[in-house]
């Protein structure tokens, strides 16, 4: 089993309006072909970005995965028309996990779980904090998740995923870090 980390740079200032027609028109489509773990913007650090996770079994799961959603004209023809013209740049990680939280191991095993469209009048944003660090020295309370990168951007790196919940504090993960941002998950993403 591997997490796919997919990083998208949106048009500054635009990062609202693609999570907009991502949660409200897209998140069914893709869902019912890929299996999504975490969806969140950033709040700190590379600005107008979005991170979203998904675990696959094996890479040949992954493939027919995304030959399933290029083949879907709900996606290709509904959402990737809107939604793709405010992305600027794309880039991905395949990472094995090497500590898991309890979160994590619910998330892995509802992992083919299709999520339902939300309203537009549904709050956008879960309520807590999370933390992305990259680099083996970060460590702190509340970790979700710890993976080392295999293929993609930065081979060999660690990335580890922390919760914050009210009264924690959320810069403690940052110490140690090459890179620590803060996040804000979707409603609708199974890790918040």
Known sequence: MFHELRV????????????????????????RHLPMAGYWLTDTGALNRIYHLWIYASLEE????RVGLG????????????GFPLIVRQENM?????????????????RGTQHAAENRDAPMFGDRLLSLTF??????EGLIGRWRVLSGAA??????????DAGSDPFACAEGAERHELLRPLSLSPLR
């Open 94 to 110: 395949l990472m094995c996990c090497e500590q898991s939280s309890p979160l994590l191991d619910g998330v892995v095993a509802a």
């Open 135 to 140: 680099g083996p020295g970060a460590s702190g």
């Open 71 to 82: 083949g879907d004209r709900d996606w290709t023809q509904g959402f990737v028309p809107k």
């Open 8 to 31: 998208y740079d949106l048009v500054p200032g635009r990062a609202q309006d693609y999570l907009e027609i991502f949660r409200t028109e897209g998140v069914p489509h893709v869902t």
């Open 62 to 65: 992954r493939a027919a995965a």
């Open 155 to 164: 081979p060999g790196a660690v990335v580890s995923l922390y919760g914050h």
